[in-house]
């Protein structure tokens, strides 16, 4: 799965991108397009919870699940009129799952802004007016076609017809394709995910703010996440840039040291937020030689969670030995899960649960 990192020229997405990655992949400075080809990097999601499955277990090697965030280039006015790097840059937008929206929250005088001042929210129209008239152009060239096949009685044009009218008429009125899609299920929202529209891609939003805003973080995500009514992180690219290097332990020293009695977001807090707006989950495996953290989507079932170990679990799937996380780390490893009867088995039309312990039984 892909995350693309988006925003105006100069917002900080370049910067986020290497503290993501924790290296000096993307190449950051301070003028438009400074990125030209995406710069893609795969990005651990940091979990405590395999740190103590590793200990009890005594694990000699231990796996995070991760996701590939992609930098693209930053985007401008008229972009979808060729604008800046206009269709090279969608192009590259098309390629993603889901898009984290870096918005600038900062205000820097010596980093100029694309608009000449600072304002999210206006950045929020671009952004999306752009994606939007670009989905509205793909759309616009096969109505008329699929209009006249459809009044003909062809069966797929009289499918698709009605889907892309609907999206349609929502981007004419500046909606999203993805606002609307709970109007679609089963073989009409597959034939939408065909058309790979920019707009029906799930969007997070990461406002980059500054260090001393951080002290009012839970405030701006706030009022963020009411006027947009979509995901929000709150990150501070600038700090997180700081930390480059730094052990964990460092890092939550250094954290502390600043506002020592907030909650202060970190990038472990939008790194899970993108990871469950694409709708993705994790189970644990344990043991001597590893735990990991294993990637699922949501509402799989047994053995498609084996599957992600190997296909031939998932084909020769018998059964599953089931321990929650809670469970596990009270019991205090397997045998002791065993012995207290927290051990479960569950067979092929279970619907695994996050943070479930498992191990597969399979067949020869």
Excluded at 345 to 356: A, G, T
Aim: charged share 30%; with cysteine; hydrophobic share 45%.
């Amino acid at each position: 799965m892909k995350i693309g990192i988006v925003g105006l020229p100069n917002v900080g997405k370049s910067t986020l991108f290497n503290s993501l990655t924790k290296t000096y992949a993307a190449d950051a400075a301070n003028f438009p397009f400074c990125t030209i080809e995406p710069n893609v990097g795969i990005v651990d999601v940091v979990d405590k919870r395999v740190d103590k499955l590793a200990e009890i277990s005594h694990t000699q090697k231990k796996i995070y699940a991760n996701i590939k965030f992609v930098d693209i280039a930053g985007l401008v006015k008229w972009a979808s009129k060729g604008e800046g790097l206009g269709n090279k840059f969608l192009a590259h937008i098309r390629e993603v799952d889901a898009i984290v929206q870096v918005l600038r929250h900062f205000d820097d005088s010596d980093v100029m802004h694309v608009e000449g001042d600072v304002d999210p929210f206006r950045d929020v129209e671009i952004i999306n007016t752009e994606l939007i008239m670009a989905d509205i152009e793909q759309i616009e060239s096969k109505l008329p076609s699929l209009e006249k096949k459809a009044k003909a009685k062809d069966s797929e044009a009289t499918k698709l017809y009605p889907v892309l009218k609907t999206i349609y008429d929502a981007l004419m009125q500046g909606k999203l394709a993805y606002e609307v899609k709970d109007e679609f299920a089963g073989e009409a929202l597959d034939l939408l995910r065909s058309y790979n529209l920019l707009t029906f891609k799930p969007f997070v939003y990461a406002v980059n703010v500054s260090q001393d805003e951080l002290a009012n973080a839970e405030a701006i995500k706030k009022e963020f996440e009411e006027k947009l009514q979509r995901p929000v992180a709150i990150v501070c690219a600038k700090m997180e840039a700081e930390m480059l290097g730094f052990t964990p332990e460092e890092r939550e020293e250094f954290v502390q040291d600043m506002h020592p009695w907030k909650d202060i977001p970190t990038l472990d807090d939008m790194i899970s937020l993108a990871f469950n707006t694409l709708w993705l989950m994790y189970y644990f495996t344990t043991g001597e030689k590893e735990t990991r953290a294993r990637t699922i989507e949501k509402w799989s079932r047994a053995p498609e969670a084996a599957g992600a170990i190997h296909t031939d679990f998932q084909k020769k799937f018998i059964k599953a030995e089931i321990v929650s996380y809670d469970k596990f780390i009270e019991a205090g490893g397997w045998s002791q899960a065993r012995e207290k009867w927290y051990l479960r088995l569950e067979w092929k039309e279970y619907i695994v649960q996050e943070w479930d312990v498992i191990v597969f039984k399979v067949g020869q």
